[in-house]
């Protein structure tokens, strides 16, 4: 059971360059998420889609954008890379919209921009 | 996260409590976690508890929560080496489906 998983686990860019991180979970949850965790900041939410064909901002939205291809993927992309967005990137899901379903992690992906 | 925050490192003996503790801003949360993070890995959820519960005990875990004071806590009975890691905790606002994280305790477990 894989549960979430990212790729990659690790990229280093150069300014300006565009990425996408990739994020599938196999458990058939509805609604998923982007985080970056910074040191000292713990998470903040990039952007989430409560379910498939929706996609929302959340507190750290500038810099990126989403596309939930389908129930299963929830791709982040960066157009245009910055040094202020080398950061450690983590998916999560969650079976449905509601304050008890807890979320599942990714491992992260640890992104370097030079 | 602004709204929530922790203290930011623990620094325990082996076989001795830990105790974790966090604040929190917002009222309205109905549902408080703590996830636990080992280095090079994702969250891994630990517990919760509901905002009408006062404690919770799961084996060697036991959260407090006093919402008068929006207070909430984890003890690690008998701490042991691979209790070493970064602690999360986290609110979900009345809103549902968004959590707001504080910036991690790392909890160092000394032999």
């Known amino acids: 059971n894989a549960g979430v998983t990212q790729t990659p686990k690790f990229q280093v860019l150069k300014t300006g360059q565009s990425m996408t991180l990739q994020c599938a979970q196999d458990m058939n949850h509805n609604s998923m998420y982007w985080y970056r965790q910074d040191p000292g900041m713990g998470l903040r939410l990039i952007y989430y889609?409560?379910?498939?064909?929706?996609?929302d901002k959340g507190e750290v939205p500038n810099g990126y954008n989403v596309s939930r291809l389908n129930k299963r993927e929830f791709s982040l992309r960066l157009e245009s890379a910055a040094p202020s967005q080398t950061s450690v990137y983590f998916c999560?899901?969650?079976?449905?919209?509601?304050?008890?379903?807890?979320?599942?992690f990714g491992d992260g992906t640890r992104l370097s921009i030079l | 996260g602004e709204d929530v925050e922790q203290s930011l490192f623990l620094s325990v003996r082996e076989g001795d409590s830990s105790v974790i503790n966090c604040t929190y801003t917002?009222?309205?949360?109905?549902?408080l976690y703590w996830y636990k993070q080992e280095p090079g890995a994702g969250l891994q959820l630990l517990t919760y508890?509901?905002?009408?519960?006062d404690m919770k005990q799961d084996q060697r875990l036991t959260v407090l929560l006093n919402k008068k004071d929006k207070h909430l806590s984890l003890r690690i009975a008998d701490t042991q080496t691979g209790d070493s890691a970064i602690y999360f905790c986290a609110e979900m606002k009345a809103a549902g489906n968004k959590l707001t994280f504080g910036g991690g305790t790392r909890v160092l477990v000394k032999p």
């Open positions: 508890i509901f905002s009408n519960m």
């Open positions: 889609s409560a379910s498939e064909g929706t996609t």
């Open positions: 917002d009222s309205s949360s109905t549902y």
């Open positions: 999560a899901s969650t079976r449905e919209r509601g304050n008890n379903q807890p979320q599942h």
